[in-house]
C-alpha cells in the first residue's frame, strides 16, 4: 500500500469537507467519506467533496494513512445557522507582492530553511495568489475583502501587481493596509475606515497600521466611527483589520505587543462589549489561524487567518445567514501552489506547520448571532 505523508482534514463545512495529503512519487490514493469513494491521482493529494448534509457525523479514511488528530477517523459537518443564506464573501490577507524570500526572522540566528523561488520561474507571491484568486472566483462570493500587507514594502510597483491581479473582482475587491504597505510610504491603501453593506450584514474596516512599525494600535478617531457605526446599525456588524487584538485578561501588559497595542486594545474590545451586534473581529498579520474569545468583548470571535503566500495558502470564505455566519478557512487548489505550500510547511525548523494551521474549530466554525 502507498504511503501517505501529511494528511489533514483541512476544511470542514456546513456541506463539504476538504482533505490534503502527499505520497512519495505518483500515486492512485482512495479516500473513502462516508459511503463516498474519492481517487486522486499525483504526488500531492487534494480531497474536495461537498453535498454532505448538516450537522452529521461522518467516517473518513485515507488508504494508507492512520487516523491521527490531523485526519480523524470521523468528523462532523457544521451545523447550519437559522434561516435563509443571505450573502457570501472571501477575505485574503498577507499576500506580500514583491517578496522573493520567506522564512526568515530577521534574527542573529535564524531557525531555517529559507525558501525562495527557482531562478528564472515565477514569483510565489504570484504563483501563490492566482490560485487562490481562481478558488475565489469560482464561489462567485459578494464581496471580497483583502485585508493589509498587500505588498513587500509598500512600493507603488508591488501596490500595482495587487491591484492587477485583484482587480478581476472589479468593484467586489475591497482592501485595507498592513504593516508591509507603510514600510516606505503612509498613503498606499490608507482609505479606512470604511463600511461595506451586505444582505444581513454589515462588514466593517478599520486601519490598524503604525506606518514604518509592524505594531497596531485603532486610533481614538475609529473607535468613535465603530462604536457609532454599531449603535445606528439594523444588521449585525463583523469587523475587519490588519492586526489582531491584546487580549484585557492578559497579565502580560506589554506596550510592545505584536498586535493591537494595549490600550487601544481594551478601546476595541469596550466597543464590542456594549454593541451586542457587533459579532465578530477579524484579523491576519500573524501568518496563523487562531480562534480566540475575550470575556471582555462578550466572548465573540476573535479571528486570526493564515496567509497566502506560503503554507497553507489560505483565505476564508463566510457565508451569512439570518441566523448567524459560518467561517471555512481553505487551502490554494492549484497544482503549483499545492507544491510551493507542501516545500513551505517545513520553515522554522520544521515548526511552521502546526503554527500557521490551527486546530481545525480554528479554522472551520458556525456562529449564531
Not at 144 to 168: I, M, N, Q, S
Not at 292 to 314: L, T
Request: some cysteine; charged content about 20%; proline content about 5%.
Amino acid at each position: 500500500m502507498t504511503t501517505v505523508h501529511d494528511a489533514e482534514l483541512f476544511t470542514v463545512g456546513v456541506d463539504d469537507i476538504v482533505a490534503t495529503f502527499r505520497t512519495d512519487g505518483v500515486h492512485e490514493v482512495s479516500t473513502h467519506v462516508g459511503g463516498r469513494t474519492v481517487v486522486t491521482e499525483g504526488e500531492r493529494h487534494l480531497v474536495a467533496v461537498g453535498g454532505l448534509e448538516p450537522s452529521r457525523a461522518i467516517e473518513l479514511a485515507v488508504d494508507g494513512a492512520p487516523a491521527t488528530e490531523l485526519l480523524p477517523a470521523s468528523f462532523a459537518t457544521l451545523v447550519a445557522p437559522a434561516g435563509r443564506k443571505l450573502a457570501t464573501f472571501a477575505t485574503v490577507n498577507d499576500v506580500h507582492f514583491g517578496e522573493t524570500v520567506c522564512g526568515q526572522l530577521g534574527t542573529p540566528e535564524e531557525l531555517g530553511p529559507v525558501f525562495h523561488a527557482d531562478e528564472g520561474a515565477e514569483p510565489y507571491p504570484e504563483v501563490m495568489n492566482r490560485a487562490v484568486i481562481a478558488d475565489i472566483a469560482a464561489i462567485d462570493p459578494d464581496v471580497v475583502l483583502v485585508k493589509g500587507d498587500l505588498t513587500d514594502a509598500g512600493t507603488e510597483e508591488e501596490y500595482g501587481a495587487f491591484l492587477r491581479a485583484y482587480g478581476r473582482f472589479g468593484a467586489r475587491l475591497h482592501h485595507v493596509r498592513g504593516n508591509h504597505d507603510a514600510m516606505t510610504s503612509d498613503t498606499v491603501a490608507a482609505h479606512a475606515p470604511f463600511a461595506i453593506e451586505l444582505a444581513g450584514v454589515t462588514l466593517a474596516v478599520l486601519d490598524t497600521v503604525v506606518p514604518g512599525s509592524d505594531k497596531g494600535r485603532v486610533s481614538a478617531l475609529q473607535i468613535e466611527w465603530l462604536d457609532s457605526l454599531a449603535a445606528a446599525t439594523t444588521v449585525p456588524v463583523l469587523v475587519f483589520g490588519h492586526h489582531h487584538p491584546w487580549d484585557p485578561a492578559s497579565d502580560d501588559r506589554n506596550p510592545s505587543y505584536f498586535g493591537i497595542n494595549p490600550d487601544d486594545s481594551e478601546a476595541l474590545c469596550g466597543v464590542i462589549a456594549r454593541r451586542a451586534a457587533i459579532a465578530g473581529y477579524f484579523a491576519g498579520h500573524t501568518h496563523r489561524t487562531r480562534l480566540r474569545r475575550f470575556a471582555a468583548a462578550r466572548h465573540v470571535p476573535i479571528v486570526e487567518i493564515a496567509c497566502v503566500k506560503d503554507y497553507p495558502g489560505a483565505w476564508a470564505r463566510y457565508d451569512v445567514y439570518e441566523g448567524g455566519y459560518v467561517q471555512t478557512v481553505r487551502r490554494a487548489t492549484a497544482p503549483d501552489a499545492l507544491e510551493w505550500t507542501e516545500q513551505t510547511r517545513n520553515m522554522f525548523a520544521g515548526l511552521y506547520a502546526d503554527y500557521a494551521r490551527g486546530s481545525l474549530g480554528d479554522r472551520c466554525f458556525a456562529e449564531p448571532f
